[in-house]
Structure formats: C-alpha cells, structure tokens
C-alpha cells in the first residue's frame, strides 16, 4: 500500500517535472512578449529623442551578426570590415563566424526558437522557409523606413512581394573548359552553341579518353540540376518559373534542354555513373585531366590552380540553344543578408546593411571573397585576383544574374524530384521531355501553393 | 471491576501506542530508505526524464498537428499524418527496401562473423597469426560511417578498383555501376553495411566460444562425435543467447541505418535505394514537414520497441 503511494507520489513528482520543462520550453512567449512590450516603448522613446541623443544610444547598441563569410574570407577581413562599421556609428558588431553547415544549423534553430542572431548571413534556398515562418524582417519596410534607394542593388530575394535577403556578393558559375583535352580532340574553338558543343563532346568521346561534360545526380545533394543543368535553360533565355509559379509543362526550352542532355547521356559524351556522384567529384574528375568540360563556381578557381597547376583551363560562357541571340543568363549562388525578426534593434541593424551594401565596402567584400559585387555601383579591383577571374567577371558583366531556385520553397526538393524525373527518362522509364516536364510541374506545384 | 477494566484498557491503550509507535518508526525507517535508494537514481532518471522521455512525447505530439517548428499556430489533425504516411506511394517502397537491408545484413553478418569468430578460435593457429587476424578482422569496426562511405564510394566508382579488378580479369564486359543504377544500389549500400557490420558479431561470438567447456568438447570427442555434430550440438546451442542478443541488437541498429545510406546513394538513384531513415530525413529537412516525419518516426520507433519488448523477455528468461 504503501510502496503503492510512494510510487504515485514519484509519479506526480515526475509529471510535474514534465510539466514544468514543457512550461519553460514555451516560456520564451511570455517572455518575448514582454520583451515586445519594451520594444515598444523604446520604440516610441527612440522616435521623440533627438538625432545626437540617439547617435549616443547607438553607442550602446551591439548586434550579433551570424554567418559562415569570416571562415572563408582572409583572417581577420571581416572584422576589420565591421570595426570599421563601429568606428563611423558607434554600434557595436558581435560576429558569431562558423562553416556554412554548422551556420545553417545553428540559423534555423534560431528561427524555431525565436533567438536568432541580429543580423544573418543567408543562402538564398532558406529565405522561402524562414520567411514563411516569420523568422526574417521584411526588409521592404526597413528600406522605405530609412529612404533607401534600392535600384542599386543587382538583387533582392523577396517572398509575397516583399525583399527579405539582400545577395551581398555573388559567385558566378561559367563553363570551365579544359583546354589541353580540346586540342587532344582537335577541337580548335570553345563551343559557343549546342550544335557546337554536340560536335565537341563527339570529337572528344573519339579521340581522348576524357568525358566531355558532367553533371551530378547523387539525390543526396541534388543541385546538379540547378547547376549543371538549368544553367543551360537560363543561358538560353529560358526560364522555369513563371510569374513565381512553375513553368515547366509545354515550356519548349526546357524540353530541348532535356532532351540535349539525354542526347549526351546516350551518346556517352557524360561521365559514368553520374546518377551517384556529386558535384565535388566532377571537380575532382576536372582537376585530374579527365573532364573537358563543366559548369562550376568561380569559387574553385583557386582550389583547381592549387591542387591542379599543370591543368590548362579557360573560362567561358555556357553554349546557347542555336540561332538563340538574347543575353544570357548566368546561374549564381551568393552570401545573402538579412535582419532577424526578433532582433530589437532593427533600424541600427539595417544601417548595419546599408553599409556593406555601400558600392565601397561592397566592392572591397567582393574582392577580398573572389565574387562579383552585390551593388551595380561597386567597382572591384581585381588586378591582384588571378587573371581568369577577370575574365570571369567580363563575362558575368555580358549577361544577367539568375537562380530561380533562390527564394523558391523547398528549393532542394524541388531540384530532387526534377532530379528523380529526369533520372528517370534518360533511364527510358519516361517516354518523351513534356511528360516528364508534366511530372515535375505536378510535384512542384504543391509547394508553389502552399 | 470498572477499575480493573479501565486499567486494563489503559494498559492495551498503551500496548496499541507502542505498536504504533514501533509501526511508525518502521515505516519511518522504511520510507527513508526507499527515498535514499530513489534519490541515488535521480540524477540518471532527470537526464532519463529530459534526454529521453521528453522529447519522445514531444515528438508523439507533433504527429497529431498539421505542421510544427515552421508553423507559429499548428492545428489538430488526429490520426491524418498516419493516413498520409501510410498510404504514401513512396513509404511502402521505403519499408521493402529497409527490410531486405536489415535482413540480408543480418543474415550475413551472422554467418560472416561466425565463420571468421571459428577460425580466430581455432587451435591451429599460433598466437601471432591470432592477434594479426583479430586486427584485420576487426577494422572495418574501426572506421565511422563517413570514412567508410568515401572509401566504397571510392572503390565502387565506375574509375574505382572494383570496376579495375573486374574488367582486367574479364568478370565483366562493361564498367559496373555499383551504385549508380537502380537494380544494384541497394545491394551494393548492403554490401557495405555488411563490411562495416560483421566485426561487432566476430567479436562478440569469439568471447562465446571462449567461454565454451572444454569438458564438452572431450566429452563430444570421446562418444565419437565429428566436427558438425560438435558444432551443430556443443557449440551452437551453448552461445545460442549471444547469438539471440546480437541479432535483435543489430536489427535495430540497421533499421536505423541512416549516414551510411544517405552519404553513398542518398536513397537514390530515384527511389532504388530509399529507406525508412531517409526517407524521414527527407520530410523533416527538405520538405520541412516535421509532423510527417514525426509520423514516419514514430512508426519506426513502434517496429523497435516490438523488438526491444521480445529482446528484454529473452534477456529475463535467460536471467
């Protein structure tokens, strides 16, 4: 009997131990609410006090900035770039560096918990969901608060209409061409069209023992298709969404694309295997000598000149569809900015913004990161970046910036069931382009219309 | 006599006290005991309570809402998540894959590591050879999943050693795509949880055949017994709990099989590959449908703690 109580008396302790963790799991709302309240009121304090008074409060101010960009800069670069922020206002930058993984982690714990750092560095495949979420500040706002003129930014990730990331810099991705393989080949010119690049790719396939281009389907990391594929559409003036929609069923260039793709495949113009490899192995397949060409990061320029001296490669644009004239566009990834929703000092972390996006700092960010700059106006000086990149940057500067899959729900799951498709018809599980096209438009649009 | 009465009421009025006393004291005693011998186990049942019991219930939760984590205001959907989930064309495709994974790698294992376990028990080889063999046996327990993943995605590439070894002896007329195509992939990801599985069983199978009478076997040698009848009688039934033990053990580890799987095919090509691990890690950080995933998982944790029940009966009528 007794032994009986002691055992619901342990049974109650227990459960109120549940109770009281479970409490303080959701007493952030409580707390965020009162934290709201004084928001408020130094909202409203901030308004009616003086613009000298307030540049000594902003004395006091200290944001957190998180991001993975002071790991992969030179030592030191961005703090220096940040205490110079602090020299000019006053307000303190905290930067919590970490690799892009780890960042990831750590930003979309924050965006559950409620606790994300001020300001954050953001890839542009999070800004659907945190956005969504209510995680990130509308930046619209902040910009029409602060009466910036944002016609000079190259860029701006928006969600219902509204500007939530700011790509900062961006890292373009042209065709990287090997060009010893092509003189193997007896190939004399980089193929500028599709016809051409199929003539290549053939002389290539004949006369080396090279694979003429690659793209990787590995379903782990399925951005092959954004990279290595749509890059193909967008440089033919191409396009996969519509109006912010899907736009692949009927959508002729992607069917051509699709289809030149699986031309490659059978013809055995692509690597091997592709269905399990990765893009770091087609880096690795371009680095020792058996890939002529690939579509790639001007990031790995460097590592390819340091692991791979004796390659001789050149940069070019990615071949158009024939008889296509427009201008290209050319697939980019970049290092985005945004201000957390629950930061309490948004207005000090939006000059915080304007003042990396400043053609100066931007221009100097650029260089120092190997990425073309995120302000129209910033001028890099690239003459101590390796010629090539240079050359990169010319022809960057001959198109436009694209990624339809930036800002785009779910973005990776949307490139994995593109992927699964299109695994499928090269297989021959699928009988033409459109129906594949039909498949993936009908496993996108849920997420579309979410 | 109303005196004798009243005295002898008060003398069992007071006998009673005593008792009472001497109950309540016990009781006392034992109540302070008890509360000593729980409060020994609090730390380990707090940490039990938080790390375990928490987010269990937590996760049971959020499979009865819509959406969580992503959505500020989740709304009550009952049972739909495991409707969905369970009439998902992709999960019972999952579930068949997950089970020739789990059971083909039981199998092998099994036999593998027995076979291996036998002759590092074996006399006829001297000690150096022992302790050399038990070393090369032993690695692939060495290696974590990711090292183990870069090595046979190394080696089963179509430019790989596999493919090398194949075609120089004429195995093959073509490269092999191990795991690029969809009719090998999943053998070719069990493979690799073979390889990197069987030590455990090795190991633990050889401290049973070690642990085996000699008496038995004289005894088994002295009727006239040969060498599978000794097996098959002596040995096999005498580490028969280990054996039990290790194959419930590692069909919960395999069913939970995830880097491995996901950082050699990723569940692909298409689906050839997919399991229930993946599959669940797909819907969580992919697609951020945590309440679907939460589902899927709760699913799974319903297959392990079938096995972990017939596991913990084994292990008390073994007791």
């Known amino acids: ?450 | 006599m109303i005196g004798q009465a009243a005295h002898s009421v008060a003398w069992l009025a007071k006998g009673v006290g005593v008792m009472a006393n001497g109950f309540k004291k016990q009781s006392t005693k034992t109540a302070r005991r008890v509360a000593v011998s729980y409060s020994y186990l609090a730390p380990t049942l707090v940490l039990m309570l938080i790390f375990l019991v928490v987010p269990i219930v937590m996760v049971i939760g959020y499979t009865f809402f819509d959406n969580v984590i992503v959505n500020k205001n989740p709304v009550f959907v009952g049972i739909k998540n495991y409707v969905s989930v369970l009439s998902d064309k992709s999960f019972w495709p999952a579930v068949g894959h997950t089970l020739y994974f789990v059971i083909i790698s039981l199998i092998a294992h099994l036999l593998i590591g027995m076979v291996f376990a036998l002759i590092l028990n074996t006399r006829y080889l001297n000690y150096k050879t022992k302790a050399l063999f038990r070393v090369l046996f032993a690695l692939p327990w060495m290696f974590t999943a990711s090292v183990i993943a870069i090595v046979w995605r190394m080696m089963m590439d179509p430019s790989g050693v596999l493919n090398y070894f194949l075609l120089t002896f004429h195995l093959a007329d073509s490269k092999v795509l191990f795991l690029a195509s969809r009719d090998l992939a999943l053998f070719s990801v069990t493979l690799i949880n073979i390889w990197s599985g069987y030590p455990f069983y090795m190991i633990s199978i050889l401290a049973g055949l070690q642990g085996v009478s000699t008496d038995l076997y004289e005894a088994a040698a002295l009727d006239g017994a040969n060498a599978p009848r000794t097996f098959f009688y002596i040995t096999l039934p005498t580490i028969k709990p280990i054996l039990v033990s290790l194959m419930m053990l590692d069909f919960i580890w395999t069913l939970q099989q995830f880097a491995l799987i996901w950082m050699t095919t990723g569940g692909g090509p298409v689906n050839a590959s997919e399991m229930v691990s993946t599959y669940i890690y797909k819907y969580a950080f992919t697609k951020y449908e945590y309440s679907m995933a939460s589902t899927a998982a709760v699913i799974l944790l319903i297959a392990c703690t079938i096995i972990g029940i017939f596991y913990v009966r084994h292990q008390r009528s073994e007791a």
């Not at chain 1, 109580?5 to 109120?16: D, E, H, Q, S, Y």
Request: aromatic share 10%.
């Open chain 1, 1 to 450: 009997m007794r032994r009986k109580g002691f055992k619901k008396t342990m049974a109650m302790g227990l459960a109120g131990m549940m109770t009281v963790g479970l409490a303080a799991c959701g007493g952030g709302t409580s707390e965020s609410g009162s934290t709201q309240t004084s928001e408020a009121a130094a909202a409203t304090e901030e308004a009616a006090t003086e613009e000298a008074v307030s540049t000594e409060a902003s004395s006091d101010v200290t944001l957190e900035f998180q991001q993975w960009w002071g790991v992969e800069l030179p030592e030191g670069a961005l703090d220096e770039i940040c205490n110079e922020f602090t020299n000019q206002t006053g307000i303190k930058i905290e930067t919590l560096s970490n690799p892009y993984a780890d960042t990831k982690t750590q930003i979309a714990a924050g965006a559950a918990a409620g606790t994300m750092a001020d300001v954050v560095g953001l890839d542009g495949s999070w800004v659907y969901d945190f956005a969504k979420q209510g995680a990130i500040a509308n930046l619209t706002e902040l910009m029409g608060n602060a009466g910036y003129d944002d016609s000079q930014l190259s860029d701006q990730i928006k969600f219902e209409s509204n500007t939530y990331m700011i790509p900062v810099v961006n890292f373009a991705y042209p065709l990287y061409v090997n060009m010893d393989i092509l003189k193997e080949a007896g190939v004399s010119e980089i193929p500028t069209t599709w016809s051409e690049f199929l003539d290549a790719a053939q002389k290539i396939t004949d006369n080396t023992d090279a694979a003429a281009y690659f793209i990787p389907l590995n379903t782990e990391a399925p951005n092959g298709i954004q990279n290595q594929l749509s890059s193909w559409v967008w440089a033919s003036g191409g396009n996969l969404l519509k109006d912010g929609q899907p736009n692949l069923s009927g959508n002729d260039t992607i069917a051509e694309t699709v289809d030149l793709f699986k031309e490659m495949y059978e013809k055995g113009y692509l690597s091997p295997g592709i269905e399990a490899l990765k893009e770091q192995d087609m880096v690795n397949e371009f680095e020792n000598g058996r890939l002529a060409f690939m579509v790639d990061g001007i990031s790995h320029l460097t590592t390819i000149k340091t692991e791979s001296s004796d390659i001789n490669f050149e940069f070019s644009t990615v071949p158009v569809k024939d008889g296509y004239t427009g201008q290209s566009g050319m697939d980019v990834a970049n290092w985005g900015i945004g201000i957390a929703e629950n930061c309490e000092h948004k207005e000090e972390a939006w000059q915080f913004v304007e003042y990396l996006m400043s053609p100066e700092v931007n221009a100097k960010l650029a260089q120092l990161a190997n990425a073309f700059p995120g302000n129209s106006k910033a001028e890099p000086d690239y003459s101590s970046n390796d010629a090539l990149f240079q050359k990169a940057y010319d022809i960057f500067q001959t198109g436009y910036a694209i990624n339809e899959f930036t800002g785009a729900p779910t973005s990776e799951d949307l490139m994995r069931s593109f992927n699964e498709q299109f695994v499928l018809y090269i297989d021959g599980d699928v009988d033409s382009a459109s129906s594949m096209l039909d498949a993936v438009q009908e496993a996108w649009i849920p997420a579309f219309s979410k």
